[in-house]
């Protein structure tokens, strides 16, 4: 079975650009989950998707978004970036259960690397 | 907010030894899972154990095993028999039940293996 895939691996935008950033589940995994990671804050959540919903959301600015398709892959959007926008952006798939129910594990992409300059 | 702390920021160990790192969490629920995820240099997580909180024994996943001290809030991973392989950033994370798939990770701890 195919892992979880991001693309792509790695972005350089400028300072008020905006990008997308895409993630691929695994097959029959319905929710997608979004991290930050940086130097400085760690590992920290933006948002998760189940079923085309948004289910949770993090503490991070507006200019975050996300949503997910039909087929559970997901897309987040960064508008107007900033340089401490810099991160490694993971993506992580889990079944999340018939009812939306706890998923005991999540699988994590390679992530995609974002360098605003 | 639950926050988790791992005061070990990083740690170095001898092939074929023992090496345990601490992780201490803060929460108010009593229903809540606790995970150690690895990430190896080339950045792929991957989670090495779980733990629910109701489940009063520690798991155990080949090498890896898990000291859970529910009312300290402590959830310490003990790896035995330590191989190069486990050269990674270790974190501790918590997930409540309610929040869904939102994990709260730790810092990390760097763990070099040394031969």
């Known amino acids: 079975k195919a892992g979880v895939t991001q693309t792509p691996r790695y972005l350089i935008k400028t300072r008020g650009q905006q990008v997308t950033l895409s993630c691929s589940p695994i097959?029959?995994?319905?929710?997608v989950s979004w991290y930050q990671q940086t130097p400085g804050q760690g590992l920290q959540f933006l948002f998760e998707y189940f079923s085309e919903t948004q289910r949770n959301k993090g503490n991070f600015p507006g200019r975050f978004s996300g949503r997910q398709f039909s087929n559970s892959r997901s897309e987040m959007n960064v508008s107007t970036l900033e340089l401490g926008d810099s991160a490694l952006y993971l993506c992580?798939?889990?079944?999340?259960?018939?009812?939306?129910?706890?998923?005991?594990?999540?699988?994590f992409g390679p992530g995609t690397r974002l360098t605003v300059l | 907010a639950q926050t988790v702390t791992q005061s070990q920021p990083e740690m170095s160990v001898q092939e074929a030894e023992t090496v345990t790192l601490s992780c201490t969490y803060d929460?108010?629920?009593?229903?809540?899972?606790l995970f150690w995820y690895k990430q190896p240099p080339s950045r792929q997580m991957i989670l090495v154990i779980r733990q629910e909180a109701y489940k009063q024994q520690n798991a155990t996943e080949n090498r890896f095993s898990v000291n859970f001290q529910k009312a300290a809030k402590s959830f310490s991973l003990k790896i035995s028999d330590s191989q190069l392989g486990d050269t990674a950033m270790y974190f501790c994370a918590f997930m409540k039940k309610e929040y869904g798939n939102k994990l709260v990770f730790g810092a990390g701890t760097i763990l070099r293996v040394k031969s």
């Open positions: 929460t108010s629920e009593s229903n809540y899972y």
């Open positions: 992580a798939s889990s079944l999340g259960g018939l009812a939306g129910g706890l998923a005991l594990e999540q699988f």
């Open positions: 097959s029959g995994h319905r929710s």
